[in-house]
């Protein structure tokens, strides 16, 4: 059996990377059981992921330390 593949939309990817998320646990779960070799992101799911930590950079959100 082939093993399936599952892509993963912007939000997704917010809840499990953002531990402070409502959801992040839960959405944990569900990639640890998926498996992070079998999820897909599509190329406009990348560049909003860029877009939205460079955006977070230029606005201080984002600690460098």
Known sequence: M???K???D???LI???DENK???AETAKAIEKI???N???SAITKMELIKGVRDKEHSG???ND
């Open 22 to 24: 409502t959801r992040h």
């Open 39 to 41: 999820i897909l992101i």
């Open 61 to 63: 959100w984002v600690s």
């Open 2 to 4: 082939a093993t399936q």
């Open 15 to 17: 809840e499990f990377f």
């Open 6 to 8: 599952i892509i993963c």
């Open 35 to 37: 498996g992070i070799g």
């Open 10 to 12: 912007t939000d997704v």
